[in-house]
């Protein structure tokens, strides 16, 4: 009886260390590659992007940000864009236009090819209104989303929640509502796929903090 009592004990301690040793080889670190700013909310593997058309990095992710969709299928990858400076407004709008639309699996690669291959920037509202015609959307529907309220509350909202995050530029991946990455100190695309993994639960634990 001694004996078995001895065995269980120990199979805890090897359980122990096992658990430890997997938290430690953490290769990231909080406070260096990645911020904590927010306390747990979810669980569910989630990355968001703060991005905006016009910004070029942002646009030279674009081929990172599909192959992380392709390569991990229980991840939710979701774009937020932002305001960081008044001329981005309109591109804040024209993501959620699309999105309202039903046509931003169209205007949002439209958009970025626009911006940053044919370097033709949206002038003004009836720019961007011809931009979504040319798209197939009807014009009274796009007037409609256009002048709404909806749109008006998302821009609000999506400045709002960029500031809580602390997001200062683009693009900002932030995993899990919680923790935001430092894409200077993590490096390479490699690594930065692997922190959101890492980070979401998607491959091992949490790191603690």
Request: hydrophobic share 40%.
């Amino acid at each position: 009886m001694a004996f078995f009592r001895k065995l269980f004990i120990a199979v805890l301690v090897i359980g122990s260390m096992s658990t430890h040793l997997t938290a430690a080889t953490s290769q990231f670190e909080a406070g260096k590659d990645y911020q904590v700013v927010a306390p747990a909310t979810t669980t569910e593997p989630l990355v968001e992007e703060f991005f905006n058309y016009a910004c070029g990095a942002c646009y030279g992710t674009e081929s990172f940000v599909e192959k992380l969709k392709a390569d991990n299928p229980g991840l939710t990858v979701k774009p937020v864009p932002v305001e960081l400076r008044p001329a981005w407004k309109i591109y804040v709008k024209a993501y959620y236009l699309g999105e309202k639309l039903g046509v931003l699996d169209k205007s949002h690669a439209k958009i970025y090819h626009r911006i940053h291959v044919q370097k033709k920037y949206f002038k003004d509202e009836s720019d961007l209104k011809a931009f979504f015609l040319s798209l197939g959307v009807a014009e009274k529907a796009y007037d409609d989303v256009a002048n709404s309220y909806w749109i008006n509350t998302q821009m609000r909202l999506s400045k709002q929640y960029a500031f809580k995050n602390q997001v200062t530029g683009t693009p900002t991946f932030l995993v899990n509502k919680r923790f935001k990455l430092n894409r200077a100190a993590i490096g390479t695309l490699e690594r930065m796929e692997a922190a959101i993994q890492e980070l979401s639960g998607l491959k091992t634990e949490v790191p603690a903090n």
